[in-house]
């Protein structure tokens, strides 16, 4: 009889995510989600964050038919930057970059990212959040331009990357740092031990 390896899978496409998950010390299999980020407007963080990461996990579920990956657990992450009530995702062009940064330049936003995670032989599902703040330093319209002509900011919730170019850019964070790079493993970890994963 075949063995069957209980794994993870990661619905995403992001290279960090990719290198946080491996922190877990699992294995895993990267299965980016095709799915349409769009969310109904009257939706607060806390439900787009869930649903979008909920989202992305079932949308990987319809691949996984192989009945050696029935015991795994998709992951779905979703993250966004949220500024006095206004929800930021990725900016659209370089001109919706410079206006994010703008915005957040000497300003708090708080960071949201929801994760799920499904198991594929039950469909039995956990999802949550976490919530971290953080102040960027008061910036100028040259910092500003020569941050976004980078390219750094164009695949990132607010605009900005915590882990590269855009530390430079953070004064102060309150609250889980792998949270703001778009997956806070310590809540990951916490939601697998439900379905009888313990790590470390």
Not at 55 to 76: H, M
């Amino acid at each position: 009889m075949q063995s069957v390896t209980q794994h993870l899978v990661l619905a995403s496409s992001s290279p960090r995510r990719q290198e946080l998950i491996s922190l877990l010390g699992l294995p895993v299999r990267i299965m980016p989600s095709q799915v349409s980020e769009e969310t109904p407007t009257e939706w607060s963080p806390e439900e787009i964050v869930e649903g979008l990461s909920l989202r992305k996990a079932l949308a990987v579920k319809k691949d996984l038919t192989n009945p050696a990956e029935q015991s795994s657990i998709i992951v779905g992450s979703d993250t966004i930057v949220v500024l006095n009530g206004q929800v930021m995702g990725k900016p659209r062009d370089e001109h919706d970059a410079r206006e994010m940064l703008g915005k957040l330049s000497g300003a708090t936003h708080e960071v949201y990212t929801g994760v799920t995670c499904l198991r594929v032989s039950d469909g039995k599902t956990v999802t949550s959040h976490r919530v971290t703040k953080v102040s960027m330093r008061p910036l100028s319209a040259g910092q500003i331009s020569r941050y976004v002509a980078t390219g750094e900011p164009m695949d990132k919730a607010g605009a900005y990357g915590i882990q590269e170019i855009g530390s430079l850019l953070v004064e102060s964070i309150e609250g889980d740092y792998f949270n703001v790079v778009g997956l806070p493993v310590s809540l990951l970890a916490v939601l697998l031990e439900q379905f009888e994963i313990t790590v470390p």
